[in-house]
């Protein structure tokens, strides 16, 4: 698992296994809202429906600052 961030647009990456491939990431669950109404989570997932990793907007209000720090920078 690798945790990246960029710091630019505010949204992170959580990468489940390997490095997901151009075009592998072909269904999307979008826009979960976090209990604090404001961070969101798309969930990327394969052809068959297994879990590839999933997107973090807004993750500096829903992310502790030392897993953003820990983050590798995008």
């Given at each position: 698992m690798r945790i990246s961030?960029?710091?630019?647009?505010?949204?992170?990456?959580?990468?489940?296994?390997?490095?997901?491939?151009?075009?592998?990431?072909?269904?999307?669950?979008?826009f979960i809202e976090t209990?604090?109404?404001?961070?969101?989570?798309?969930?990327d997932a394969d052809k068959?429906?297994?879990?590839?990793?999933?997107?973090?907007?807004?993750?500096?209000?829903?992310?502790?600052?030392?897993?953003?720090?820990?983050?590798?920078?995008?």
């Open positions: 961030y960029d710091e630019e647009v505010d949204a992170a990456y959580v990468t489940l296994g390997s490095p997901i491939r151009d075009g592998e990431a072909e269904h999307q669950v979008g209990p604090n109404g404001v961070t969101q989570v798309i969930i068959d429906g297994y879990l590839l990793g999933f997107e973090i907007l807004f993750a500096s209000e829903g992310l502790r600052k030392e897993v953003l720090d820990a983050a590798d920078p995008l």
